[in-house]
């Protein structure tokens, strides 16, 4: 896919493939980190890739100032997506900055922005480790 098809994608269909991912790159760090029963890797897992921890994660992100023009850009329309609904367990606002953060994701996924993609992904899961202790 050309970069500036990925640019023109729909938010919500980078969200879409920014959960997926996210929730690998968890699942394989919670594994590799000794987590050997599956309902411990559940229970392990939400709380990282819950709307909460997400949403979190991004406005740390955006105060520190980490995000380029382009990953703010994307940042801005998939926190402006509209979805059909929201989740019961979260607000509105939680909803749209996790929205925006696995858009993010899904973009750097598409543009074959790896390295940036990996580097985020650590950052998030640094972040939740951080707040955990």
Do not use: C
Request: net charge positive.
């Amino acid at each position: 896919m050309k970069l500036n098809e990925v640019r023109q994608m729909k938010s919500l269909a980078l969200a879409y493939m920014g959960d997926a991912i996210y929730e690998v790159h968890v699942r394989d760090y919670l594994i590799r980190h000794h987590y050997a029963k599956v309902n411990d890797l559940h229970q392990a897992a939400i709380k990282y890739v819950s709307a909460k921890a997400q949403a979190k994660v991004l406005r740390e992100w955006l105060d520190s100032g980490i995000l380029d023009e382009e990953e703010l850009s994307i940042v801005r329309r998939g926190r402006n997506a509209k979805a059909g609904s929201v989740p019961k367990n979260t607000d509105v606002m939680t909803y749209r900055y996790s929205t925006a953060f696995e858009a993010l994701l899904g973009f750097l996924y598409y543009a074959k922005y790896e390295q940036r993609l990996q580097e985020l992904m650590q950052l998030a899961i640094n972040s939740v480790e951080k707040g955990r202790q």
